[in-house]
């Protein structure tokens, strides 16, 4: 089948909902700093009330990563159930209007779509509460079979694991993926996550990875490691390419023997670091599925995280194209 | 079949280390304040690593219960799972030499026995991280059918609820209690557990429970309700029992239109928390089981949970026999 995406990105679809917080509000509310924590649709609610200063904006990592390559001026694909609701409506729109493919069917019934409470503390850290809603009903029947089978890489979320439709729907997405010739990609997501399913996450790695995306908690979590380097030797004979990026110190690609180290892009301010790994993701998939070189990708990977957290939200502001052209990297 | 034991309790059987923390440490390790986040067994190790001034101690909240009811005096047996190393031993051990029948074989294989991380922080709250291990390997076939046939009432945690295997054990175990005409209890363990289960625990108090446990936040997520009041409302023709757990205001015990508000008993200062709902449910299962009226029941677990969070650790240190004959409660 000929290619008409680069990426088709599979997830969560979740408007985020960012507010400003201190230490203290976390402490009262029962919000574990730093992470994500899945919550119920009362707390939701309860949460959104106590907080104040709210934004929304449309969300969900792999939609984020999505919206990424449409900003580099690639294809995008993305794969996540809304309900047909003003937040679902709202959150199509938004990605409609990057230039993002999106096609999966609105639910007409069941939970509202979903939604990710950000707290942003003043050290740029989020905390966030995600209530999965619709999310978690996407299924196998939802997955335009087509549109993967045409896609250069399969990119999924380790968050889709925590609900059962959306990890039968990778599974045959991952399937078709395979039978296309197409590259499968993963994204840890978070070290919990990866604390809640590194069973399966090493039996893909093993065995239908092609690409894994993490940072460096997520991939000492998953090899249970205590060091990054005790990483880097863990992924030495694997045959994929593994893009591991660790904040203000860059990141490490390798793939077998082939070992670069890549810093991180300069940024006047961090403002916000919401995204940093969605659009790390984003340049990297659009430079290796444009036929650059592993230093190139996370040379773009790093520059489209550099953007996004020095505003606030999870998707580009400025037009990534643009950036990488005037950085000689497109 | 004759009675032999007051309370069967059942639930995830956990070792707990406590060990002193400031809200600093809350949040540099991610940890959410006040509640039970569920833990992987390498986090689990980070954190003890983290963590100084460790007390390791017998724990599990239902075998907290367990322990309470023995040092009533009354019979308890316990169901729960730990494996054979080191840390299940210390955890049968000091079951048994509380009085409580404790059969559950040991696992061989599989997972370590479990363990609860609890920081407790200078404000008295207590934040644990919990490694299910061993204790999430319960199976139906683990249970002690003729023990719990054989108990006036069975009493399980909502905590059983997070593994697939345990829950089957509880609808096996309730089965049991059902056809000998035994009492069913369920404590609901905490909000953020209403909220993973919320359905399943609703369909409980519809169909097969006699007996609610609940703290307020509890009780309120259960019925996604704001105030103490609403909960009250919504169990008014409820033929159950509802004991409701409101910490320094005391507690509120109903059984259709008697309703009984009971006030907390006095405690010198509050040193930790921990196990007060444990105890609080041991020293009302003992009034029930031994013919008391509602009133006395809630007197009975307020004089327990008092007891409990005048001393650190989970279990009580005193004879709860003697304080309650003090108190002329027995």
Redesign the interface.
């Known amino acids: 089948m000929a290619r008409i995406y680069d990426v088709a990105a599979m997830g969560n679809a979740l408007l985020d909902v960012l507010a400003p917080a201190d230490?203290a509000f976390?402490?009262?509310h029962?919000?574990?700093?730093?992470?994500m924590?899945l919550?119920?649709e009362?707390?939701a609610l309860q949460l959104y009330e106590a907080l104040s200063g709210t934004r929304e904006i449309a969300g969900g990592s792999a939609a984020n990563t999505a919206a990424g390559v449409a900003s580099f001026g690639a294809k995008g694909l993305y794969v996540g159930k809304v309900k047909d609701d003003p937040l679902g409506r709202s959150f199509a729109e938004s990605l409609s209007q990057t230039g993002v493919q999106y096609t999966t069917n609105m639910a007409a019934a069941g939970p509202a779509t979903g939604c990710c409470l950000i707290a942003v503390t003043p050290d740029g850290q989020r905390s966030m509460s995600t209530f999965l809603g619709a999310s978690s009903e996407l299924a196998p029947g939802d997955i335009d079979e087509a549109g993967i089978a045409a896609s250069a890489v399969l990119y999924v979320e380790g968050y889709l694991w925590d609900s059962p439709g959306p990890k039968a729907a990778i599974t045959r997405a991952m399937e078709i993926a395979k039978r296309a010739g197409r590259k499968v990609a993963l994204t840890l997501s978070d070290?919990?996550c990866v604390?809640?399913y590194?069973a399966e996450f090493r039996e893909l790695f093993d065995t239908r990875l092609d690409i894994l995306f993490a940072n460096e908690e997520e991939a000492m979590?998953l090899f249970?490691v205590e060091t990054f380097d005790e990483v880097l030797q863990a992924i030495r004979n694997w045959p994929g390419i593994a893009a591991l990026t660790r904040s203000a110190k860059g990141c490490v690609i390798a793939r077998g023997a082939e070992v670069h180290v890549i810093d991180a892009a300069p940024v006047a301010k961090v403002i916000d670091t919401t995204g940093a790994g969605d659009q790390f993701a984003a340049g990297f998939l659009v430079g290796l599925t444009g036929g650059k070189g592993l230093a190139e990708c996370g040379k773009l990977g790093a520059l489209a995280a550099a953007e996004v957290i020095s505003h606030y939200g999870a998707r580009p502001e400025a037009s990534l194209k643009m950036l990488a052209a005037n950085a000689r990297l497109l």
Do not use: H
């Open positions: 230490d976390l402490l009262r029962n919000i574990a700093k730093g992470v924590t919550i119920d009362f707390r070290p919990f604390g809640r590194r979590a249970e």
